[in-house]
């Protein structure tokens, strides 16, 4: 391979090339260069010899006679190497609101479709300036095929699944990580025997696909703050470069980081952005789509082209159902699978994919069902944020077949029902029991129900038992940003505390709201850091926060390993027994052979649940065992302050034994395979604000 300097000395020969495919493609004999410009009267292409390259060591003219086809402009350049950068420039009536056609035919536009992404020289500011000249863009990478099998992709599914939700550089950027790449794709894989000692079975990955670190408020940035979450994707196609060791390589490290995962048995879900780009509204960048097909990519308003309309409070919204963009996503997506061998989607403010290109609700949204009927995608997972900053709300209505949906109302009311509301014992009961009301009537399953307390955005665990009120005022926006709407309860005092008290049940209200989850039907998500009892501070809005209030930190304390032994024995208890993950909806009749019924209802006396008792905090229940030789289950949630005695049934003369009690102190919360005395009477003792689970013996 040739050194940068000597790369740079060369002028490399050209081709007309083709437009297939799109994007920057590595052949023998070269590299074919296809972008998309609608508009464009004629095109370049700047190449840099290396990420460190100041200037382009090679400029290429496109024509329209040989190297347009449609409103595709493409190029051959023989023996190009590997980690070459490049970007486009454009010229013509390009059309962007913000700047005339000479400032915007000034401005370097990354591939869309680059599969490895450098920002070595990007600054957001001077992309948006329509007065900025010179080289301070995003710039695509030349990088190696993966030369990945076009095999047909495994039907994956989320039975039995448990979804761990991390952002890959929180959870090795603290420094007491101890790993060699830390904030990378290779600082996690060493971190996969703690995944896999935990127990869960899928990582949702916070976006990984390359994006706008500089895209946050003035206030933020003043403050020395970046984009931390990643939630301002400008290159769908390449992992982020920060996550990797050499961004030219991003391909090669992210599969990498796959194939760890799965030879341990965990699958990957991604976060992905498809409702706007990073390059916002009307003031926002220029980085590619302004130019390249604004008015296709974008919702435009019809009263004024100039600006964007705005349903993800972020500037801009992606024009989804348009044909071109529609297939964009589509391939991307699929790309994703085939080669990087993800086994699955999260789609952030999924309620987009249901406007037409005014905004409209659309009865039959085209791109929602266009997943489902794609080959690859139909094999895989698609999940649904289902709404939307433009007041859509589709949870229990999002349009598809096999979507599932982060369930907010579950959220919502065992929030609730946790810091003690009464009266909602019913709406408890069809919580945890998969949300039939959501998701039974039109064919789908539990599993369509993604259960979450917690998520990357609002409280942590942590501090969902410890305060009341967000407190984001290290993000430089006077605590305005966040969501005020909390559903907390601080257990007596806000934020730290010396009470013993309050801590004590700070604890078991943590290891109340985890075992709820863990007991309900359908998939269990948990937020990274609460089983071990991670904090923010009451900052309930951390998007901007890379640093130690939103990494993991691997000292824990006393608190934080007893949490993290809870959550493990749980989630082994969870995948001991089928009856806690059902494929189909209860019934309250018996099933498979079974003379039980598959659940029966209780409060404190047996068959008489308080679903309508305006009072009521306490919700009992009875699982038949699914499989052979499966174990009965007999659960307890008591939110009241004191504790109740709660019938048992008797069955045969097999006894009751307690295998979870969140009210005792570790190591007695949890007690692996039901190693505790036998209950002798017809009814237990369960202490207040606790949560009980006895094993049929």
Not at 337 to 364: H, I, K, P, Q, Y
């Amino acid at each position: 391979m040739l050194s940068p300097e000597a790369h740079a000395q060369r002028i490399y020969r050209t081709q007309p090339g083709s437009r297939f495919p799109i994007g920057a493609t590595v052949v023998p004999g070269g590299v074919n260069f296809c972008a998309f410009c609608r508009r464009a009267t004629r095109v370049e292409l700047l190449l840099y010899a290396s990420e460190e390259s100041a200037e382009p060591f090679q400029v290429i003219a496109l024509l329209g006679d040989a190297n347009r086809t449609f409103f595709f402009w493409h190029v051959f350049v023989e023996d190009l190497p590997l980690r070459t950068c490049y970007t486009w420039r454009a010229y013509g009536p390009l059309g962007v609101p913000q700047m005339n056609d000479e400032a915007a035919s000034r401005k370097e536009l990354i591939d869309p479709q680059a599969r490895g992404v450098s920002d070595r020289f990007y600054d957001r500011q001077h992309a948006a300036d329509a007065h900025a000249a010179g080289h301070a863009s995003l710039r695509g990478i030349v990088t190696e095929p993966l030369g990945r099998p076009d095999d047909d992709v495994e039907v994956r599914t989320l039975d039995d699944a448990i979804i761990y939700e991390l952002h890959v550089g929180g959870f090795t950027r603290h420094p007491s990580s101890g790993v060699r790449h830390p904030g990378t794709f290779a600082g996690l894989i060493e971190k996969i025997p703690y995944l896999k000692a935990l127990g869960v079975t899928h990582v949702e990955l916070l976006p990984v696909m390359a994006f706008d670190e500089q895209d946050i408020p003035a206030s933020a940035a003043a403050r020395g703050l970046c984009n931390y979450w990643g939630y301002s994707t400008h290159s769908f196609y390449s992992p982020h470069p920060r996550y990797c060791v050499e961004p030219a390589r991003a391909p090669q490290e992210f599969r990498a980081f796959v194939d760890a995962l799965h030879e341990a048995g965990i699958r990957v879900l991604l976060d992905v952005v498809f409702n706007h780009t990073s390059e916002a509204g009307d003031n926002g960048p220029v980085i590619h789509f302004k130019v390249f097909a604004n008015e296709v990519f974008y919702q435009i308003d019809a009263n004024d082209a100039r600006h964007y309309r705005d349903y993800t409070g972020c500037g801009n919204t992606l024009n989804c159902n348009h044909p071109l963009v529609s297939a964009f996503i589509l391939r991307c997506l699929e790309y994703w699978v085939r080669e990087l061998d993800v086994d699955g989607f999260r789609f952030d403010l999924a309620s987009v994919f249901v406007r037409g290109e005014n905004g409209e609700l659309l009865r039959t949204p085209p791109l929602p069902w266009a997943m489902e009927a794609s080959p690859v995608l139909a094999r895989v997972p698609l999940i649904a944020e289902a709404w939307d900053a433009g007041g859509l709300y589709h949870v229990g209505s999002f349009p598809g077949m096999a979507w599932a949906e982060w369930n907010g109302r579950y959220r919502d009311v065992i929030r609730r029902f946790v810091r003690g509301d009464p009266g909602i014992v019913g709406e408890v009961c069809t919580c945890i029991a998969g949300s039939a009301d959501l998701y039974q009537s039109d064919g789908r399953l539990p599993a369509n129900s993604i259960n979450f307390v917690t998520c990357h955005d609002g409280f942590t665990l942590n501090d969902l038992v410890s305060y009341e009120a967000k407190h984001n005022e290290a993000n430089g926006e006077d605590n305005r940003d966040g969501s005020n709407d909390n559903l907390s309860w601080n257990c007596g005092a806000e934020g730290t505390t010396d009470d013993p008290a309050i801590s004590g049940l700070r604890l078991r209200q943590a290891r109340n709201f985890m075992a709820i989850l863990l007991l309900s039907q359908g998939v269990p998500m948990l937020l990274a850091g609460d089983e071990i009892l991670r904090s923010q501070r009451g900052n309930n809005n951390a998007f901007c926060q890379d640093n130690a209030l939103s990494w993991i930190d691997w000292q824990l304390s006393d608190n934080a390993g007893a949490m993290l032994r809870f959550v493990r024995e749980m989630i082994a208890l969870r995948k001991r027994h089928s009856s806690l993950r059902r494929r189909r909806f209860l019934t309250g009749r018996p099933a498979n052979g079974q003379t039980q019924p598959d659940i029966a209802w209780h409060g404190e006396r047996l068959d008489a649940p308080a679903w309508h008792d305006p009072g009521a905090r306490l919700v009992a229940f009875t699982l038949a065992g699914q499989a052979a030789g499966e174990l009965m289950l007999h659960i307890v949630f008591n939110m009241h302050d004191d504790a109740r005695d709660v019938a048992l049934p008797v069955l045969d003369e097999r006894s009751w034994r307690r295998v979870v009690d969140t009210s005792a102190e570790p190591p007695m919360d949890i007690v692996p395979d039901g190693e505790t005395a036998a209950i002798e009477c017809d009814a237990c003792r369960v202490g207040g604000r606790s949560v009980v689970v006895l094993e049929l013996r």
